[in-house]
């Protein structure tokens, strides 16, 4: 009997997800440019009881909003009629249709207490989709925590729904595990198991469809590199790994200021149809930053790094060019992924998803000569500060402070590791 009284069977699996950054391309590439994201180090783990007995409930616990939500299948049974989900095989993956999404906001709303996350009804409607697709009226227990800031950029919806489809695929056993034996990049000793290429490409269009309900309009970039993991260019719904001897060392910053994915998207198709040809040309620029940095980091072939020991030069006593750098050894990738970053921060300036917030960090740490852009759909959330290989850790403890002093939560995270990986308790 578990501590909340519910009758858990044998079967306990979790899965892991990782968050992400978008270096370049976020919003354009909803519009079918390309855009390049890694990534991060930090993980929503979403953890699985099979119950048994006279649990015939489905319970969803979600510590980081203090929420646990629990469902008797009869009430599910009085509001949705389930016959036809035992067809929904992975092959057939299908959106949710927009009487299922009423009566599943409805199931959510009679349980959601009236203080809650407003944002919240969105995941937990994308859990009931999920979980009723892929294993049906099973009753279990679902708990679902976060290492990652909600709502802030780094991709929290699609490791939420990363790893909630990981964990149910592999409740239903529809995943071939291979055995991963041995501690985890961190050095844990929790066996996390490789998912392979086959299982992934399942685990995405599911997790693809509780996008979806939680953005409205995803480009599908969050859930495939929280899904493959690594460092992914994607254009139109393809992706291909991008392979990187590059160091991307980055501090990313929280503005902890609070906004909402699927409105900041549907603000920048909104201006898309205002202005069709002026936006086209803004997703085309961005299109071809994000080409740029694709070559840059596959490029990075040693002949063509070139330590610089650049100090400000001078023309007649004017600043010579933009491109005047301090004293920090840069590559030449470096300077040029630097400007791409600064280019691509005016652009998205230009779709409307900065915010006063985004741009005081960005003008704090170039008073550094370090540049930033947001990342993810902005509004608030995080901003990204590329930091040189070169760069010593005290200089970047200056720019943490410096940031810190302004209010901001200043952290660094690892980039380009594993994406979703399941792990059997
Ligand atoms: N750990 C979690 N538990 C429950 N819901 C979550 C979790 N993480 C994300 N979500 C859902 O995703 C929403 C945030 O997604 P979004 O606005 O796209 O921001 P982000 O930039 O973090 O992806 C939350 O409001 C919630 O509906
Ligand atoms: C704005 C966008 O490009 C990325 C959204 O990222 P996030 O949900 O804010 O972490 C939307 C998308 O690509 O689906
Ligand atoms: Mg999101």
């Not at 992400?20 to 519009?31: D, F, P, Q, R, S």
């Not at 927009?98 to 009236?114: R, V």
């Not at 947001?374 to 200089?395: F, Q, R």
Request: charged residues 20%.
């Amino acid at each position: 009997m578990g501590d909340d009284g519910l009758q858990a069977c044998g079967v306990v699996m979790e899965a892991r997800a990782p968050g992400k950054v978008i270096l370049c391309g976020e919003h354009a590439v909803v519009h079918g440019a390309t855009a390049v994201a890694a990534a991060i180090g930090l993980y929503t783990h979403a953890r699985i009881h099979l119950l048994t007995g006279e649990d015939n409930l489905l319970v969803l616990d979600l510590p980081p909003f203090q929420v646990h939500l629990s469902w008797p299948l009869s009430q599910i049974q009085s509001v949705l009629d389930l016959s036809s989900l035992h067809k929904a095989y992975p092959q057939d993956v299908q959106s949710i249709s927009e009487s299922w999404s009423a009566k599943l906001k409805q199931l959510t709303d009679e349980q959601l207490p009236a203080d809650a996350d407003k944002g919240l009804q969105a995941g937990v409607v994308a859990y009931l989709f999920l979980h009723l697709y892929i294993l049906g009226l099973q009753p279990t227990k679902m708990t679902v925590t976060s290492e990652l800031p909600i709502g802030s950029g780094l991709g929290s919806s699609a490791a939420f729904c990363v790893s909630i489809t990981g964990a149910l695929l592999a409740a239903a056993q529809q995943l071939d595990l291979h055995r991963h034996l041995g501690p985890t990049e961190e050095g844990d000793m929790q066996r996390w198991l490789d998912v392979d290429d086959k299982d992934l490409d399942i685990i995405n269009r599911w997790a693809f469809e509780g996008e979806k309900i939680i953005h409205g309009r995803p480009s599908g970039i969050d859930n495939t590199v929280s899904t493959f993991g690594y460092i992914v260019k994607f254009r139109q719904g393809q992706l291909s790994r991008i392979q990187t001897t590059m160091p991307l060392n980055m501090l990313l910053t929280n503005t902890k200021v609070g906004r909402d994915t699927k409105s900041l998207v549907a603000g920048v198709g909104a201006r898309a149809q205002r202005h069709p040809k002026s936006m086209a040309a803004i997703f085309d620029a961005v299109d071809s930053i994000s080409e740029e940095v694709v070559s840059i980091l596959q490029s990075n072939s040693e002949e063509s790094r070139i330590e610089h020991n650049i100090v400000e030069s001078k023309k007649d006593g004017h600043a010579q060019s933009e491109l005047v750098h301090n004293t920090v050894s840069r590559s030449v990738e470096e300077i040029k992924l630097e400007e791409l970053v600064q280019i691509n921060q005016g652009l998205l300036q230009s779709m409307g998803v900065s915010h006063p917030c985004i741009d005081a960090i960005c003008c704090r740490t170039s008073k550094h000569k370090l540049q930033s852009k947001l990342t993810g759909a902005g509004g608030g959330g995080c901003v990204l500060t590329l930091l040189p290989h070169c760069l010593k850790s005290k200089a970047i403890e200056e720019v943490k402070a410096d940031l810190a002093a302004e209010g901001f939560e200043c952290f660094q995270a690892h980039i380009g590791g594993k994406g979703v990986q399941i792990s059997k308790k």
